[in-house]
Antibody, heavy 117, light 109 residues
Framework: QVQLQESDPGLVKPSQTLSLTCTVS??????????WSWIRQSAGKGLEWIGR???????SYNPSLKSRVTISMDTSKNQFSLKLTSVTAADTAVYYC?????????WGQGALVTVSS | EIVLTQSPATLSLSPGERATLSCRAS??????LAWYQQKPGQAPRLLFY???NRATGIPARFSGSGSGTDFTLTISSLEPEDFAVYYC???????????FGPGTKVDIK
């Protein structure tokens, strides 16, 4: 059974970079034909797909966030990561990492990120 | 971008009643639709994929149907644990894009 766990950056200041890591257990992020995704949920915008990385390392991003997002993977640690630059209060949300087989079959528990000075 | 609209926003029902939730896409998405259930403080849980395929462990009182632009999630007889928020989600392969509907809250009448 695959399990995902987000790191907890907590508070991020406006204009800074939000960094999150998802640690995967029960499966290898570099094997199979899977997508490893980031999704966020805020009161104002509901659930929003941020982007994903394939087991090969190729990435896809939501066009609305593409200029500010980078998703990468560290196969030695079985982790994948999210960086979101130039954050504002609008980026305050619960951030989830998820495994997409066809759809989002497995989710982390979520990490609340607050953007505030 | 494909927009998903869910109705109603809130559904107030009693245990044992039937719940019918709607999800409409702004253009045809064939059957590339999923349904999720979310309870407070939890991540969403996959209920259905490709519109009508029940995910592992989902009770038979849940059913999904539809194709093209109109989709329905039905709960035949509500159990206490079914009161939650339900989201639909679509995926397109090229360009890759995923969007969610705004959700329908099923609460106790």
């Amino acid at each position: 059974q695959v399990q995902l766990q987000e790191s907890d950056p907590g508070l991020v200041k406006p204009s800074q970079t939000l960094s999150l890591t998802c640690t995967v257990s029960g499966g290898s992020i570099s094997s199979g034909s899977y997508y490893w995704s980031w999704i966020r949920q805020s009161a104002g915008k509901g659930l929003e797909w941020i982007g994903r990385i394939y087991t090969s390392g190729s990435t896809s991003y939501n066009p609305s966030l593409k200029s500010r997002v980078t998703i990468s993977m560290d196969t030695s640690k079985n982790q994948f990561s999210l960086k979101l630059t130039s954050v504002t209060a609008a980026d305050t949300a619960v951030y989830y990492c998820a495994l997409q087989l066809g759809y989002f079959d497995y989710w982390g528990q979520g990490a609340l990120v607050t953007v505030s000075s | 971008e494909i927009v998903l609209t869910q109705s109603p926003a809130t559904l107030s029902l009693s245990p044992g009643e039937r719940a019918t939730l709607s999800c409409r896409a702004s253009q045809s998405i064939s059957s590339y639709l999923a349904w999720y259930q979310q309870k407070p403080g939890q991540a969403p849980r996959l209920l259905f994929y490709d519109a009508s395929n029940r995910a592992t462990g989902i009770p038979a009182r849940f059913s999904g149907s539809g194709s093209g632009t109109d989709f329905t999630l039905t709960i035949s007889s509500l159990e206490p644990e079914d009161f939650a928020v339900y989201y639909c989600q679509q995926r397109t392969n090229w360009p890759p894009m995923i969007t969610f509907g705004p959700g329908t809250k099923v609460d106790i009448k």
